[in-house]
């Protein structure tokens, strides 16, 4: 899977840790968009930690509409599953990723 753009969005905190939200497009067939999140690792690096498809629809997702899901998990289909990407495959595309200009960047100011 390779990243066609990224773009930094936003700085979450999720159980008081601080998570870099960056979405990604990709040239993946089923999951073009997603939302990739990072978090600084104590070598002073960062950590792919969960990759989310986005579906959005806003024609249809303006509301709570339990008919369509939006957003979904794909960390693990992706990354740990035998016909998928290994673990290797999560670091090289998390590489892609912070390569993208001013994604590492982003992150060194806002984590």
Same mark, same amino acid.
């Given at each position: 899977?390779? #990243? ?8 979450? &905190? ?9 979405? #990604? /497009?990709? &040239?993946?067939?089923?999951?073009? $968009? +997603? ?18 498809? =986005? ?5 249809? %997702?303006?509301? %709570? =509409? ?7 998990? #794909? ?5 740990? /599953?035998?016909?998928? +990407?290994? #673990? =290797?495959?999560? %670091?090289?595309?998390? !590489? $892609?990723?912070? !390569? ?5 960047? !982003?992150?060194?100011? =806002?984590?």
């Amino acid at each position: 899977m390779k #990243v066609r753009e990224a773009q930094f969005r936003r700085v979450l &905190d999720r159980g008081g840790q601080p998570f870099g939200e960056v979405e #990604v /497009s990709t &040239d993946h067939p089923r999951d073009p $968009q +997603m939302l990739a999140y990072f978090r600084a690792t104590s070598d002073s690096e960062y950590a792919l930690v969960n990759l989310i498809s =986005n579906d959005a629809d806003y024609e249809v %997702d303006w509301f %709570d =509409n339990s008919l369509h899901s939006a957003f979904e998990d #794909v960390t693990k289909p992706l990354f740990s /599953s035998p016909d998928h +990407m290994s #673990v =290797n495959d999560r %670091d090289e595309f998390a !590489a $892609q990723i912070l !390569a993208y200009p001013g994604i590492a960047e !982003a992150l060194d100011r =806002n984590l």
